[in-house]
Every structure is written in structure tokens, then in C-alpha cells.
């Protein structure tokens, strides 16, 4: 070896033990997203709130000074690709966590998460995902590095219900309103099915056979006549906006008189504006504030959404700022675990259980105060009712809004208690 060579070899030894290297000041994470399958229209809002407010935790000085490293995968909506990602981000990039998306996926990846002890912050609220200790009298698999933020969709619909019941009340319905879940055969509208069902039949309502309809868009009259025929007052949609704003315009095309209920991903501005007077008066679930309201974290809101619109030209949807809460509670998350013995996955799981009623610094007023504990994994117990309103018309959505062609308001207000039995399901 010549004296150069030896030179170098020495420098370079020199830089491996005098400090960190250049990958010890990043923090590597996994992002799942689906930009181009079956969920896309949410998915998109989601996912890109996702990278740009891990972008601008970056510019703002990142985590302690660490940078996010985000290795973003569009897996399609797609469990076996979702897999492969999670397997490449385990073996090549050794990640600490992972910003996850869908139900069929997310849960398909229980065992391997919590083998792995890497933390997984999906945008799937199945309430399967919220018992880390197996304890729930329902639960299949413990699942104790999940987490998501916002109501699970079982309490959602437990919301839903409880709404329904007052609203049937309210209007002088005689007998016992009928209820009926509507959606495809798949986990995630599956998800809280059961939950709904058995809840409905518990406060008094009829439930009448679920009706399956596909999470892809399509002409859905046979369904919606299948609707008209079980007499249902109330129906719960348990796909995403796409297939609904189908269902929706079926539906106004047969003549359904019913009152349609959605989840948390069922129904958005985006569905008000598609679907016209068809998406009139649908009550949904929400789960952050909506774009523009007027509390103080909508600064901060705005100011993430610059990395992808720097003219703030683009109006948000619900789903956006419901992606920027999940990527500020990780960053928390991550900053504690830093400063009580490093960013590493059991870490940021603990870290999750340091705080209760807990809003990320910035974000007062958008996202919802959330509590998690190691042995109850339901952070969001209080679930906002909203009611939409599509009176139609042409045009982008904030000119729709500004003429009060469509809007959103606040109905009703459930708190879900957290009872032991409904723990996992």
C-alpha cells in the first residue's frame, strides 16, 4: 500500500470514530401511500400532507437537528407490494418507523411491526389496531406498535349511530329506525361492520343484511334498488369518497330515500363537489378542522402546504390536515425518544404514552386532543358529526364554498367511552 493510500485509509478512520456520519444525522422512515389505486382520491391528499410536512420539519431544523428521511413508496393500494416495501425499509434502511396507509396492509403487517419493534403510524383506523396488549375479548392479534391518529372507525360509527338515533327521534319516527352497512368485501370497510351492527341492534334500531358495493367506482343502481327494497332509514358507507360519489348518483338517479352516513374517509369536499345535489346532506365523520377554519394551528397548516403549492393555490381537503397530525405526533414522538436514550423504535413507542390530551405544538385547533396508553391504543374517544351540504353548481372548490354552493357544519358531538369490551373491535 502506498503512503497516499495509507493517508486516506487513516482520514477515513479518523471521520468513522470522531462523530456521527452523515446517516447518523438522519432519521430513516417508511412512507406507504396510494396515489394511483382504488383510494387514491383520498389518498393523495393524504399522502402528500405526509411528505411535505416532513418536508418542512426538515427546513424548519428537523427533529433535534436530525433530518426525516422519507422513503415514499405509491404501492397502489396493493397488500403484497405494501409488504415488499415494508421488508426493503427493514432490510436496506434499517427505518425506526413507518407512516402507513391502508387497513388490508396495515393489519396484514401486525406481527411483523411488533416482531420488529419498529412504530407504525398507519391512516388506517381500524380499531383492530388499537389493543397493544391483546386484552380486548374480541381481539385477534395484539397489536402494540400500532397507532393512528383520529377516531377509530368503529367509534365513528358508534357516533354515527348514536346520531342517528336522536335524529330519528327528533323528526317523530315511529317504531324502530332500520339501519344497514354498505360497503365491499374488504378489511376496510369490514373494519368496524361488526361494531356498527351490534351497536345499532343494542340501542334499538333494526338492522336490516348489508349491501356490497365496490371500493372502485362504478354504476351501483342495482345496489341503491336493493337499498330502496330493505327499507333502511339510515345507511352507513364504509368505502372511500370515490366509490361513494358513485353510489350517491346512483342512487339520486333510482329515487333512494335514505339517510346516508359515511366514515371518516367516505365523504369530503371533494364528494360535494362530484356528486352534486346527490351528496346533499350526507353526515360523515371528522376528525381535524377543515381548511381555512380560523384556529391558531391553521398558520402552521398552510405553512406545510407550501413545500408542494408555495402560492398556496390549492384548497386542501379534510384528509391533508389529517396527515399533517399524523406526521407531527411521530416528529414528537421522535423528539422525546432523543432525548431519553435515542430515536429508536421501542422509544418512540414509549414516547407515545408520555402525554395526555395531546395536540403537537403548532397544531392547536386542528388536530384533536389524543391520549394513548400501553394498554389502550384508542387515542381519540371524542368523534365530531358533521352534516355536508351540495346545492351543486360549477367551479373550483373554494369559489363552491365562497358561494355557499357547498359547506360543512358541525351537528353533533359523541364522546365514546372507553369501554374494555369494545377494546380491539
Avoid at 402528500?48 to 431544523?61: E, F, M, P, S, W
Avoid at 403510524?121 to 400500532?146: C, Q, V, W
Avoid at 344497514?180 to 356498527?196: F, T
Wanted: net charge negative.
Amino acid at each position: 500500500m502506498s503512503r497516499t493510500a495509507r493517508l486516506l485509509l487513516a482520514a477515513t478512520a479518523l471521520v468513522a470514530f470522531s462523530g456521527p456520519s452523515f446517516a447518523d444525522d438522519k432519521i430513516p422512515v417508511g412512507n406507504l401511500v396510494d396515489f394511483t389505486g382504488r383510494t387514491a382520491v383520498v389518498g393523495k391528499e393524504y399522502g402528500q400532507a405526509k411528505v411535505d410536512a416532513a418536508a418542512y420539519i426538515n427546513r424548519q431544523g428537523g427533529v433535534n437537528g436530525k433530518k426525516i428521511d422519507l422513503f415514499t413508496v405509491d404501492y397502489s393500494y396493493e397488500v403484497p407490494r405494501a409488504i415488499a416495501a415494508y421488508k426493503k425499509w427493514k432490510s436496506q434502511n434499517d427505518v425506526v418507523a413507518v407512516q402507513g396507509w391502508g387497513t388490508g396492509d396495515t393489519e396484514a403487517m401486525i406481527q411483523f411491526v411488533a416482531k420488529d419493534e419498529i412504530p407504525y403510524f398507519s391512516a388506517s383506523y381500524s380499531a383492530h389496531l388499537t389493543d397493544p396488549k391483546g386484552m380486548g375479548p374480541e381481539t385477534k392479534k395484539p397489536a402494540p406498535y400500532n397507532f393512528f391518529y383520529g377516531p377509530s372507525y368503529s367509534d365513528g360509527v358508534r357516533a354515527l349511530i348514536q346520531w342517528a338515533a336522536e335524529d330519528w327521534k327528533s323528526k317523530g319516527g315511529s317504531g324502530a329506525p332500520k339501519y344497514v352497512h354498505m360497503g365491499d368485501n374488504h378489511p376496510y370497510p369490514n373494519a368496524p361492520k361488526k361494531a356498527g351492527e351490534e351497536y345499532a341492534k343494542e340501542i334499538g334500531m333494526e338492522v336490516v343484511p348489508s349491501i356490497q358495493y365496490s371500493l372502485a367506482p362504478g354504476d351501483f343502481k342495482a345496489q341503491c334498488l336493493s337499498l330502496k327494497e330493505s327499507g333502511a332509514n339510515y345507511a352507513f358507507l364504509a368505502n372511500t369518497s370515490g366509490s361513494n360519489i358513485s353510489l350517491l348518483k346512483s342512487c339520486d338517479t333510482v329515487g333512494v330515500d335514505v339517510q346516508f352516513m359515511a366514515n371518516i374517509w367516505g365523504y369530503d369536499e371533494n364528494v360535494m363537489k362530484a356528486a352534486g345535489t346527490s351528496a346533499d346532506g350526507v353526515v360523515w365523520v371528522m376528525g381535524a378542522a377543515k381548511w381555512g377554519d380560523d384556529v391558531p394551528g391553521m398558520d402552521l397548516v398552510k405553512e406545510v402546504s407550501k413545500m408542494s403549492d408555495p402560492n398556496l393555490k390549492k384548497y386542501r381537503a379534510v384528509h391533508y390536515l389529517r396527515g399533517v397530525c399524523s406526521m407531527y405526533f411521530m416528529k414528537e414522538a421522535m423528539e422525546w425518544a432523543d432525548d431519553n436514550g435515542g430515536i429508536t423504535g421501542p422509544n418512540i413507542k414509549k414516547a407515545m404514552y408520555q402525554r395526555g390530551d395531546w395536540v403537537p405544538e403548532g397544531l392547536e385547533g386542528v388536530c384533536l386532543p389524543a391520549t394513548w396508553s400501553d394498554a389502550d391504543h384508542r387515542g381519540v374517544m371524542d368523534v365530531f358529526v358533521y352534516r355536508g351540504m351540495a346545492k351543486g353548481g360549477e367551479g373550483d372548490i373554494p369559489d363552491l364554498i365562497g358561494s355557499g354552493a357547498i359547506g360543512m357544519e358541525n351537528i353533533f358531538t359523541a364522546k365514546i367511552p372507553r369501554k374494555p369490551e369494545w377494546l380491539g373491535w
